[in-house]
């Protein structure tokens, strides 16, 4: 890996997956709103690490500005890292159109938007990679986060699709799927701490998978086992439940 594109830029898991690229002296384009926002943590980086770092600005929601960002992409891009997310607030989504839109969109269509820019230029190439952050929260609906979810199924579903059409032609997805991390987007909840991780540890799961040639991991893994038990519980006791 020389080059890697990281989409939501500013987000903590995304700077943690830039910090341990940076390690590895791998080339970056932070891609982000207000990507300005980024200019001390693209110096300390540098200076620690001596890799090259751009700053390009990028909004998941700007659909038409899309096609005019794929374009100025370097042609040496190896790696894409679509990081961007929004959890927004259920309760606030079920009578405001606004917020419901606005989480389906930034984790749905926005991502699908950029990535289909992206895949094309590999699929071109006949290489490449595209590291998607979904969530385990699409693995089944739940009243808590269903907006949320639902577009986060999209989205796996979407990687998924992604990856079989990509096979043939030397590009790879890898599809991740968190359970609780410790970011500014979870800071307002309660979370088990056992289950919980931390953004450098989802980093560096990420590049072991990429080093592996995974398809799909959850991080922490034991998500993998409390995902399976969520989704064979039969419908007639999960509509029950206060999840
Ligand atoms: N934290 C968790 O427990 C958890 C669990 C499962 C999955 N995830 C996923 O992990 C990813 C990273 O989230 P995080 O936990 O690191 O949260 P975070 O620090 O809150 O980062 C979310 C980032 O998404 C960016 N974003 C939102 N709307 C955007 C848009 N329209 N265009 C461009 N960027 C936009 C935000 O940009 P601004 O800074 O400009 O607002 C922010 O930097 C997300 O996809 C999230 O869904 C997180």
Not at 104 to 133: D, H, M, P, W
Request: charged share 20%; net charge positive.
């Amino acid at each position: 890996m020389k080059t890697a594109l990281i989409l939501g830029a500013k987000s903590d898991i995304a700077k943690a997956i830039a910090t341990e690229l940076s390690k590895q002296k791998v080339n970056l384009l932070l891609a982000a709103r207000n990507a300005n926002e980024l200019a001390n943590f693209k110096i300390d980086l540098q200076n620690k690490y001596g890799n090259t770092i751009s700053i390009i600005e990028f909004d998941a929601l700007a659909y038409a500005t899309h096609e005019n960002f794929g374009e100025q992409l370097p042609t040496n891009l190896d790696v894409a890292f679509c990081v961007f997310g929004f959890l927004g607030e259920q309760k606030n989504a079920e009578t405001n159109r606004a917020e419901m839109f606005r989480i389906v969109e930034t984790n749905y269509t926005g991502a699908i938007s950029i990535l289909e820019i992206i895949a094309r230029q590999f699929e071109k190439k006949k290489q490449g990679l595209i590291v998607g952050i979904s969530s385990v929260a699409g693995e089944r609906g739940r009243q808590s986060n269903y907006f949320y979810g639902s577009s986060k199924a999209g989205f796996t579903a979407y990687l998924s699709g992604l990856r079989n059409r990509l096979h043939k032609s030397n590009v790879h997805v890898l599809t991740v799927k968190p359970g609780y991390v410790k970011t500014a987007m979870t800071a307002h909840l309660q979370m088990p701490p056992v289950i919980s991780t931390s953004p450098d540890v989802v980093a560096k799961k990420i590049l072991n998978a990429i080093d592996a040639g995974r398809n799909e991991i959850y991080v922490p893994a034991i998500w993998r086992v409390i995902m399976r038990v969520i989704k064979d519980m039969p419908e007639f006791i999960f509509k029950r439940l206060k999840l």
